[in-house]
C-alpha cells in the first residue's frame, strides 16, 4: 500500500485504513483476490481425493487440540470468502466441479 499513499500523496502520519486507500485509488486488492482464488482450486481438488490431505485439510484428525487461541482452518475461511454459510456447503460444493467452479468466479468477481 505504500506505494499508492505515495501516488496519491497520503502522508505516513494520516491515519488512513488501506480501505480508504484503495477507494481513494479506484482499485482493488488483485493479489488477495488470487491468492484466494488459487487456494479454493486447490481445496477443491483435494476434498475430491480419499486421502490425507482430505483429513488434514477439513481438521478430522484425532488428538488433542494445543493450548490457546485455536487457528482459523482453511475451510472456515474460505467458506466465508465464497460466502457459502457454512464450512459444510463448501466440502458439499467441491463434489460437483461445475458449481464449485461457479461459486469460485462469482466470488472472484464480487472481489475481497
Known sequence: MWFLRRMLRISWTAKK???TVLEEAHTTRLLIS???KRQAT???HVMRREKLENLVTTGMLEGKRSR???REKLIEGLADWLKAG???EAIEA???RKKWRTMIANAVKQGT
Open 86 to 88: 457454512k464450512s459444510l
Open 17 to 19: 485504513t488501506n480501505d
Open 94 to 96: 467441491t463434489k460437483d
Open 34 to 36: 488470487k491468492i484466494r
Open 42 to 44: 486447490f481445496f477443491g
Open 68 to 70: 490457546g487461541k485455536q
